[in-house]
């Protein structure tokens, strides 16, 4: 039996992981403001954690991230969704866009966006359905 060697993924992975991650949580934030958003921010998640699926196998990988993607597809979804709805209590269009300021107490004037909801709904979507399909095609073969 032929056993493969892994450390430089394993070594790599351990580093790569950290920085898609953070790249992926600025993508979800950047993104009512610039280009990003919720989309790309859950490709990116996704990419990374299935790359430590690869690197460490699936035990692993879920010892790490013990979340049920599945469950996080009608949790994305709601928050999108009832981000749109919401508008309609003001008497807006749905999806309308409004933003207000809060000062938060170690960040101080943070801009809170009606967008960056619908983006997180959008990530948490994506994230569930990406990692679901390729979990899936995984158990298959």
Known sequence: MYKTNDLILRT???VIVFIL???AVYLLFAG???PGGGFVGGLVTSGAIILLYMAYGEETAKRIFPVNFR???PIGLS???LTGIGSFFFKQPFLTHTFGYANLPLLGKVELATATFFDIGVYLTVLGVTITIILNVNERE
């Open 12 to 14: 790599t992975t351990s």
């Open 21 to 23: 991650l953070g790249f």
């Open 32 to 34: 009512h403001n610039m």
């Open 79 to 81: 928050v999108a969704a």
């Open 71 to 73: 469950a996080l597809i």
